[in-house]
């Protein structure tokens, strides 16, 4: 009898920690995720497989990896915005519009403003300001690559650089 008792304790302490682990929200990101709905598919997939990206959720809480990894995947798309306005007032004398913001169905922050002081570098008539906002830390910095799915090719930083 207490054989099958301690077989049975076993079983549902085994059941409870396999449960638990499923209900926890430690689960590996997905692209269909629902907190990635309304961005580019393509950007979502090159953020999950950056292995930078990655090693920055470790650890975190459900809620903050979606906001950390939503954040990331617009990152991705106006920094390298951000690069092409650069490149264009650089290259042209002329600071192009740049793209709107990227706005998921469910945004978990308030993204206009997180990422609003790239757009207003943009605008601001003074490229300098740009550049300092696109290598400074804490924006584009030292790791997001310039070209999509190349995570060990140059950075946007590493291209800012080369073009001054």
């Known amino acids: 009898m207490f054989r099958n008792s301690r077989l049975a304790v076993g079983v549902v302490a085994v059941s409870l920690i396999l449960n638990v682990s ?8 997905t692209p269909d995720a629902p907190y990635f709905a309304g961005l580019d598919p393509a950007v979502v997939a090159e953020v999950l497989a950056n292995p930078v990206a990655q090693s920055r959720i470790e ?16 990152n991705f798309i106006v920094c390298r915005d951000m690069y092409r306005v650069y490149e264009t ?8 519009e740049p793209s709107p913001i ?11 403003t997180q990422f609003g002081v790239l757009t207003d570098a943009a605008r601001s008539g003074d ?4 550049r300092s906002v696109i290598i400074g830390e804490g924006t584009c910095g030292n790791w997001i690559p310039l070209h ?9 930083e590493d291209a800012i650089r080369e073009l001054s």
């Open 127 to 130: 490229i300098d300001r740009l």
């Open 89 to 96: 007032w650089l290259t042209t004398g002329v600071a192009p």
């Open 102 to 112: 990227p706005q998921p169905h469910d945004p978990r922050a308030d993204w206009n």
């Open 148 to 156: 999509p799915g190349q995570p060990d090719g140059p950075t946007i």
């Open 59 to 74: 650890g975190d809480a459900q809620a903050d990896k979606e906001r950390r990894l939503q954040g990331m995947v617009i």
């Open 22 to 29: 499923a209900c926890s929200g430690n689960d590996q990101p």
